[in-house]
């Protein structure tokens, strides 16, 4: 199993920016975040993938930016012009291909809360 640690999350005024940052303790191919707001279900945010770069959800691709650093093994999420709609919880995800499948392991998840 890959362990994954996040950090980065906390409270944040409309319109503030954090940066989450999730370090793998092995490499993996893809990294990314899912959120989960209360009562909803978990949706995909960002995801990186070495061979097949980034891919957002639409809502987010303008003001949410992904990338790595594939020496350290880690993610970061750069989030801009937040709203009190981006409140939840961010769960960190990689995906590796191990013993001839696709292992997927999750992070402990890191609350983001943006109000005034």
């Known amino acids: 199993q890959v362990q994954l640690v996040e950090s980065g999350g906390g409270l944040v005024q409309p319109g503030g920016s954090l940066r989450l940052s999730c370090v793998a303790s092995r490499p993996v191919i893809t990294m990314g975040w899912y959120r989960q707001a209360p009562g909803k279900q978990r949706d995909l945010v960002a995801s990186?993938?070495?061979?097949?770069?980034?891919d957002y959800a639409d809502s987010m691709k303008d003001r949410f930016s992904i990338s790595a650093d594939n020496d350290k093994n880690t993610a970061y999420l750069q989030m801009n012009s937040l709203t009190p709609e981006d409140t939840a919880v961010y769960y960190c995800y990689a995906v590796r291909w191990y013993n001839g499948g696709w292992q997927w392991s999750w992070g402990q998840g890191t609350q983001v809360t943006v109000s005034s």
């Open positions: 990186i993938t070495k061979t097949e770069g980034t």
